[in-house]
């Protein structure tokens, strides 16, 4: 299954990625491996050029997979270690005295979701792989996808992100923000496109959270969220 945590910058999306790592023991990937991964691009920086040579070498086999069933793509590609191991990583959590298993799949993944038939691959998979995504909402989304979005007053978003951007580039200006010309749009054509996709969406496909609900009562948050993925809280009170 995957789980998109889907959120215009600067509205909270690390922060519910850090309360699903430390209540639930959910490990979460992004879209992106930006300037703050720098560290994690040093050691991983390899990962996407392995995956463009790998595609190149199997544009045929890529096509296959399309007419494949469900079945038949889930035993195909978990037969394929050479293919898994461009993405896929198992991670061991500390929990207490104990340790806890799990897996995900590596950050800068947007490479491989622009292939639907990899999408469908992982929506059918038992394990539960959590992204980080700014983007645009897909035209489709199969069963086994989830939206958790993030939703955020744009006041304090736009004075976020505009001084997030400003740190880049010093001539950056707040009307180019407010336009959207900016590498996700304007705050209100990305939450336009969102709720086109809500309407479409199955109800136990799809959460909305609200920043400023995040902050007044986050107790009420993580059991709508433990709810959702149907994954136990490991803490009763929130951390």
Same mark, same amino acid.
């Given at each position: ?6 959120s215009y910058?600067?509205?909270?999306n690390?922060w519910c990625r850090?309360?699903l790592?430390?209540?639930?023991n959910? !490990?979460?990937?992004s ?8 560290s994690?691009?040093a050691v991983n920086?390899?990962?996407?050029q ?5 595609v190149?070498?199997? +544009?045929?086999?890529?096509q296959s ?8 793509? $889930? ?6 270690p ?5 993405w ?9 005295q104990?340790?806890?298993q ?7 993944c947007?490479p491989? &979701?622009?292939?639907p !038939?990899f999408?469908r691959?992982l ?5 539960l @792989?959590l992204?980080?995504?700014?983007h &645009?909402p ?6 086994g996808?989830?939206?958790?979005q993030?939703a ?5 978003v &736009?004075?976020?992100?505009f001084h997030?951007?400003e ?14 010309? !900016?590498k996700f749009?304007?705050w209100?054509t @990305?939450h ?13 496909? @799809?959460?909305?959270i609200? @920043? ?6 986050? +107790? ?7 709810q959702?993925l ?5 803490h009763?009170? $929130?951390?």
């Amino acid at each position: 299954m995957i789980v998109y945590i889907a959120s215009y910058p600067r509205s909270g999306n690390t922060w519910c990625r850090n309360l699903l790592l430390d209540n639930f023991n959910l !490990v979460s990937s992004s879209f992106y491996m930006g300037s703050a991964e720098a560290s994690y691009y040093a050691v991983n920086s390899h990962i996407q050029q392995d995956w463009q040579n790998w595609v190149a070498g199997h +544009q045929a086999f890529i096509q296959s997979l399309s007419e494949l069933s469900d079945d038949e793509l $889930v035993k195909c590609l978990d037969t394929r270690p050479d293919f898994r191991q461009i993405w896929i990583k198992d991670v061991e959590l500390e929990e207490g005295q104990t340790s806890v298993q799990t897996t995900c799949i590596h950050k800068g993944c947007l490479p491989l &979701l622009e292939y639907p !038939v990899f999408r469908r691959y992982l929506s059918l998979k038992d394990e539960l @792989y959590l992204i980080k995504t700014h983007h &645009l909402p897909f035209d489709h989304y199969y069963k086994g996808e989830k939206v958790i979005q993030i939703a955020r007053h744009p006041g304090p978003v &736009l004075r976020s992100y505009f001084h997030y951007l400003e740190n880049k580039d010093k001539g950056f200006a707040m009307i180019d923000l407010i336009r959207g010309n !900016v590498k996700f749009h304007g705050w209100g054509t @990305y939450h336009r496109h969102w709720m086109k996709a809500a309407n479409a969406l199955l109800p136990d496909q @799809y959460l909305q959270i609200r @920043y400023e609900e995040m902050q007044s009562d986050i +107790q009420t948050v993580m059991r709508n969220l433990e709810q959702f993925l149907n994954t136990p809280l490991i803490h009763k009170k $929130v951390i």
